[in-house]
């Protein structure tokens, strides 16, 4: 059995190993590790830095005119992100993992122009595997709200939390988020199993607010398309990027305004299935 995953790239471009001309065998893109932080001698905690991953690929195609284009294709999607700085992912089943493609061997390319092994070095800055799971709230307003999806090329689980107004983390440890507040509302204050996510700010018509507990931001993405940074209006009370808890939580809101909560699993391998 080959593995099988896609890569996309940040302009939304894909990659599709395991099926169509390219192939992939076993791989170390579940292996992991931690590094060791000591005191005294002692340990005293764990890091992950920048990690390096290989791929071995081989690209073999039905004619000489396929793998010129699949080999061009191939180099010229993944050296987007890089000349970009801005990661692609690639996706296991329901996980992604942030990355660029920093290097590439190549080898037994002159047997056939049809053929060609690739081996790839896969690097990332933030070594874990993403499941990301959304649940919506809308509260007092029974309108179509429109596309709240703004990423198409990510994993989702949805859930819908109209009726019980409950988030479920099925996660084993706490988990990041993103939580987008969708105006007309004013000083939205959140409250998720008992902790406050306030930011002290009027959001319009047609704009939305975002806090992003992973990067640390609150931002305001305004009609005419710009983005206000609304960190100092984050509430002082309760820290706004506080990992939600796992398990059943009761959710409440100060008004009438929609918003979902996007939850982050992060895992150092992807979930087996």
């Not at 294709?73 to 700085?85: P, S």
């Not at 607010?209 to 100092?232: A, P, V």
């Not at 706004?240 to 398990?247: A, D, Q, R, S, V």
Request: with cysteine; proline share 3%.
């Amino acid at each position: 059995m080959l593995e099988r995953f896609n890569y996309i790239n940040h302009t939304n471009e894909s990659l599709e190993f395991g099926r169509t001309k390219l192939f992939v065998n076993e791989n170390d893109l579940r292996d992991f590790s931690w590094e060791i932080t000591s005191k005294n001698g002692r340990i005293s905690g764990f890091k992950k830095g920048i990690v390096s991953k290989t791929i071995p690929v081989i690209i073999k195609c039905d004619s000489i005119e396929e793998g010129i284009t699949l080999k061009n294709k191939l180099f010229e999607i993944l050296e987007k992100d890089v000349l970009a700085v801005k990661h692609g992912k690639i996706i296991i089943g329901d996980y992604y993992l942030k990355c660029f493609v920093t290097e590439s061997s190549k080898k037994e390319y002159l047997i056939n122009k049809s053929y060609m092994q690739v081996t790839l070095k896969v690097s990332t800055d933030f070594p874990y595997w993403i499941k990301e799971t959304k649940s919506i709230f809308n509260y007092g307003s029974t309108e179509d709200e429109g596309d709240l999806d703004f990423n198409r090329d990510t994993p989702y689980d949805y859930s819908s939390n109209l009726i019980g107004k409950q988030l479920f983390n099925s996660n084993f440890v706490p988990s990041n988020f993103r939580m987008n507040i969708y105006g007309i509302c004013v000083n939205p204050k959140i409250n998720i199993g008992g902790h406050i996510y306030e930011v002290t700010a009027e959001i319009g018509a047609n704009e939305y607010l975002t806090i992003d507990s992973t990067n640390k931001t609150i931002l305001l993405r305004k009609t005419n398309g710009t983005t206000e940074n609304l960190f100092n209006k984050r509430g002082r009370e309760y820290y706004i990027f506080e990992k939600i808890p796992t398990g059943s939580l009761n959710v409440s809101a100060n008004g009438t305004f929609s918003f979902d909560v996007i939850l982050l699993e992060e895992r150092g391998e992807p979930k087996w299935i």
